[in-house]
Nanobody
């Protein structure tokens, strides 16, 4: 099982980034997917989630209207489009896969996002 995030980097405030998380080794289309983030010295926090078929999404309050989670089950990939980025969005971003009833959970290794001028 692998979840590999990519797309992180350095961006100026107000800019955008699109993160990707490529999955392998499990039936991606059967898993709900989420994004989390962890800033230095802080606990990991939930960012957004999407159901297995992609029909429903949900966001943490501070990300609503700025971030968009999506998935392509044909490509076994989940995305996080991040717009209007702020310095406080600086963190390592992780994707997570959850099976039905959370019997299985998998994490990626994370990708660094730094928002700074």
């Amino acid at each position: 099982v692998q979840l590999v995030e990519s797309g992180g980097g350095l961006v100026q405030p107000g800019g955008s980034l699109r993160l990707s998380c490529a999955a392998s080794g499990f039936t991606f289309s059967s898993y709900a997917m989420s994004w989390y983030r962890q800033a230095p010295g802080k606990e990991r926090e939930w960012v957004a989630a999407i159901t297995s078929a992609g029909g429903r999404t949900n966001y943490a309050e501070s990300m609503k209207g700025r971030f968009i989670i999506s998935r392509d089950n044909a490509k076994n990939t989940v995305y996080l489009q991040m717009n209007s980025l702020k310095p406080e969005d600086t963190a390592v971003y992780y994707c997570k896969a959850d099976s039905v009833f959370y019997v299985y959970t998998y994490w990626g290794q994370g990708t660094q996002v730094t928002v700074s001028s």
